[in-house]
C-alpha cells in the first residue's frame, strides 16, 4: 500500500535532514496547548537522532499573513519539544535567509534545530520555489512527516522535494496505511460516521465513501440540512441552504446506506446553560435547535458500530465542546472504543472529541490531520505525498 521511499531508506549518517513536521499545536500565553501533534513527531526526529543525523525541523503555526508575526512563533514549540526530548533545542529566528543559513551550518549531528514558521513569508503557501531552494540549500536531504499539511501544496510540504533526495517520516507512513488500508481493504462492515457542522465539506467524501462503505451514520449540524431536504421545519437549527439540493440528491442516490438520526437534543438557545429537551426527528418548535443526537439514535448508531469491521469517523455528533451536547459524541467514542472493530478517527475536532472523553487509548489510530484525512476518503491525491520518491 505504501511506496514512498521510508525514511529508514536514507543514510543519513552525519548528514543534515530537514524534517516537515506538524507543529501547528494551539499556543496560550506563550505555553503549549495540546501536546499531540509534537508526539507524533517524536518517532522519526529520534530515529533521526539515533542514527546520526543533524536535524532540521520547520512547520507551520496558525495563520500569520505571509509576514513575522510574534504571536505565531515557533519559539515555545522548540523550548517544549526540548523537555519532550530531553536534549537542548536551538532555535532560528527565520526559516530562510542568514538567519536560518548560519544556525544550520553550526549544527552538528545529533543536534536538533528548530526554524521559525515558514508562513512567516508568503512564498510558501504560493509555493514559491526560490523558498523551496532556500529551505532545501539548508540541508542535505528531507524528510516529510506532517500528515496534517500533506494536503497542501506549500514550498516546504511539497517544493523542498525537487531540490532534495525526499522521504516519509513514519507518522506520514502509519496515517497513509490506516487510512488508505480502510479504503481499499477494509474488513467488512465497512461503517462510516460523518459529523460536523457542513455538508458541503463532506460531499466529496460521502459520494466516495457511497461506493466503499456498508453503512453512513450521518450526525452533527450536516444532519439538519438532510433533514430540511425531506421537508422538515429546522427552526433555528444551523442549516447549509446552498447544500439542500445536494442533501436531496444524495439521499436518493444512497437509499438505506444513508443512515439518519431518528430523534435529536433541541436547546432554546446556543448556550451550556439553555434548556433543552429531546425530541423525535420532525418540526423543530420554533425559536430552539438542534444541538446533539437523541438516545435512540446514540442506540441505533452504537449497534452498528458494535457489529462493524472497520469504523472510518470523522466530525462529531453534536456540539461537544458544551457538556449538555457532548453525550452523543462521547457514546459513540464509547461505543467505537467497546467494539472490535478497527476504528479510524479523523483529526481536528474528532479527535479533540476522542481526547475529551479519555478513550483515546482504546481507538486503533487517531489521526493527526483533519483535511488531510478528509481528502484521503474522498480518494484524492495529497501533494505532499505525492512529491516524494517512490521506493
Known amino acids: 500500500m505504501f511506496n514512498k521511499k521510508m525514511v529508514t531508506d536514507l543514510n543519513v549518517k552525519g548528514k543534515k535532514v530537514l524534517v516537515r513536521v506538524d507543529f501547528n499545536v494551539p499556543i496560550k500565553d506563550g505555553k503549549v496547548g495540546d501536546d499531540t501533534r509534537i508526539r507524533a513527531a517524536l518517532p522519526t526526529i529520534k530515529y533521526l537522532l539515533d542514527n546520526g543525523a543533524a536535524v532540521i525541523l520547520c512547520s507551520h503555526l496558525g495563520r500569520p499573513k505571509g509576514e513575522p508575526d510574534p504571536v505565531y512563533s515557533l519559539k515555545p514549540v522548540a523550548d517544549y519539544l526540548g523537555s519532550l526530548i530531553e536534549t537542548k533545542v536551538k532555535f532560528a529566528e527565520d526559516c530562510i535567509g542568514e538567519k536560518a543559513q548560519s544556525a544550520a551550518d553550526g549544527l552538528a549531528p545529533g543536534q536538533v534545530l528548530v526554524l521559525e514558521n515558514t508562513r512567516f513569508h508568503a512564498g510558501e503557501k504560493k509555493n514559491d520555489p526560490e523558498m523551496a531552494r532556500q529551505l532545501a540549500s539548508l540541508a542535505d536531504l528531507y524528510v516529510n512527516d506532517a500528515f496534517g499539511s500533506a ?160 469504523v472510518v469517523w470523522n466530525g462529531p455528533m453534536g456540539v461537544f465542546e458544551m457538556d449538555k451536547f457532548a453525550k452523543g459524541t ?60 517512490d521506493k
Do not use: C
Open 330 to 389: 462521547f457514546a459513540i467514542a464509547k461505543a467505537l472504543a467497546d467494539s472490535d472493530a478497527t476504528g479510524i478517527v479523523g483529526g481536528g475536532d474528532s479527535a479533540s472529541a476522542i481526547n475529551k472523553s479519555g478513550l483515546d487509548e482504546k481507538i486503533t489510530h487517531i489521526s493527526t490531520g483533519g483535511g488531510a484525512s478528509l481528502e484521503m476518503l474522498e480518494g484524492k491525491t495529497l501533494p505532499g505525498l505525492a512529491a516524494l520518491a
Open 151 to 310: 494536503h497542501r501544496a506549500h514550498a516546504s510540504t511539497a517544493g523542498v522535494a525537487d531540490y532534495l533526495p525526499a522521504a516519509a517520516g513514519f507518522l506520514l507512513e502509519k496515517e497513509i496505511k490506516y487510512l488508505g488500508n480502510a479504503i481499499a481493504d477494509p474488513k467488512r462492515p465497512f461503517v462510516a460516521i460523518l459529523g460536523g457542522a457542513k455538508v458541503s465539506d463532506k460531499i466529496g467524501v460521502i459520494e466516495n465513501l457511497l461506493t466503499k462503505a456498508d453503512q453512513i451514520l450521518i450526525g452533527g449540524g450536516m444532519a439538519n440540512t438532510f433533514f430540511k431536504a425531506q421537508g422538515y421545519d429546522m427552526a433555528d437549527s444551523l442549516v447549509e441552504g446552498d447544500a439542500i439540493d445536494t442533501a436531496k440528491s444524495l439521499l436518493e442516490k444512497a437509499g438505506p446506506k444513508l443512515v439518519l438520526p431518528v430523534d435529536v437534543v433541541i436547546a432554546d438557545a446556543f448556550d451550556a446553560d439553555a434548556k433543552n429537551k429531546v425530541m423525535d426527528v420532525g418540526d423543530v418548535p420554533a425559536g430552539w435547535r438542534i444541538l446533539d443526537i437523541g438516545p435512540k439514535t446514540v442506540e441505533n448508531f452504537s449497534t452498528i458500530v458494535k457489529d462493524s469491521g472497520t
